[in-house]
């Protein structure tokens, strides 16, 4: 399984749409979940209305935050799309059985086997989890909360009985650099610690192209190959899939 993890507090205002970033992450098989980390009247309504927009359309969840509830809530929210991510599959396979049945049409001895299946399955599926940090000006002051809440992570993670790798990302970066590679994939929750002195803040919030950078690092399409995808797509008449915002 795979996840993006994407910690703001504000507007992208750099480059193509996260929201149709966090499609496309979809239509590859990584869900993303976005958390918004505000102090009370830091963030605007259009703020929250993209933050929720990229988890639609990304498949995840999306949660808005003060720094002291950070720690637990990405723990929540990694641990609840896994076993969402594990219930669709298993989903998938009761309609196969049943047809248009659902796991709630199953009588309840065979209604707690499947749920207990899941449970397992939560703790001992593969997980790799990329967390993208936006290190813009306006996180200087909760840059802390998110250290210690990806170590908190880190060691949830490490306490699972199945492989989980997490690497990090901050962005912006460079002029030609979307966003930063700070820590490759990694099971080992001490390489975290050297890590957050090399983020610099900055002021601009290139999300989308962010979350395009990560992608690659998935090995999926780089912008330029999805970009010809969608006008290859546009071509056909198939456009975008319905009910995303871009």
Not at 96 to 104: A, H, T
Not at 178 to 186: F, I, P
Request: hydrophobic share 40%; glycine share 10%; net charge negative.
């Amino acid at each position: 399984m795979k996840q993006i993890l994407l910690i703001t507090d504000g507007c992208s205002n750099v480059g193509e749409s996260p929201v149709m970033a966090a499609a496309h992450a979809r239509q590859d098989g990584i869900t993303v979940n976005v958390i918004g980390v505000v102090d009370y009247g830091t963030i605007g309504e259009l703020g929250s209305r993209e933050i929720d927009d990229i988890a639609k359309a990304g498949g995840g969840l999306s949660r808005i935050v003060g720094t002291p509830q950070l720690a637990q809530t990405m723990q929540m929210m990694t641990r609840k799309t896994v076993v969402q991510t594990i219930q669709q599959a298993v989903n998938k396979e009761v309609k196969k059985i049943l047809g248009e049945g659902s796991l709630d049409d199953l009588p309840p001895a065979k209604r707690s086997q499947v749920v207990t299946v899941v449970d397992e399955l939560s703790e001992t599926a593969p997980l790799r989890l990329a967390l993208l940090i936006d290190a813009s000006a306006s996180m200087k002051p909760k840059l802390a909360a998110v250290e210690d809440a990806i170590r908190d992570l880190a060691l949830s993670l490490e306490a699972r009985e199945g492989d989980s790798e997490i690497s990090v990302f901050h962005f912006p970066g460079s002029t030609s650099e979307a966003a930063v590679l700070d820590m490759d994939w990694s099971r080992n929750v001490s390489d975290i610690r050297t890590l957050f002195g090399k983020i610099r803040m900055k002021g601009a919030t290139p999300t989308g192209p962010a979350i395009f950078k990560v992608l690659e690092h998935f090995g999926y399409d780089t912008l330029d190959e999805h970009q010809g995808r969608l006008a290859a797509h546009s071509d056909e008449g198939e456009g975008m899939p319905g009910g995303y915002v871009v």
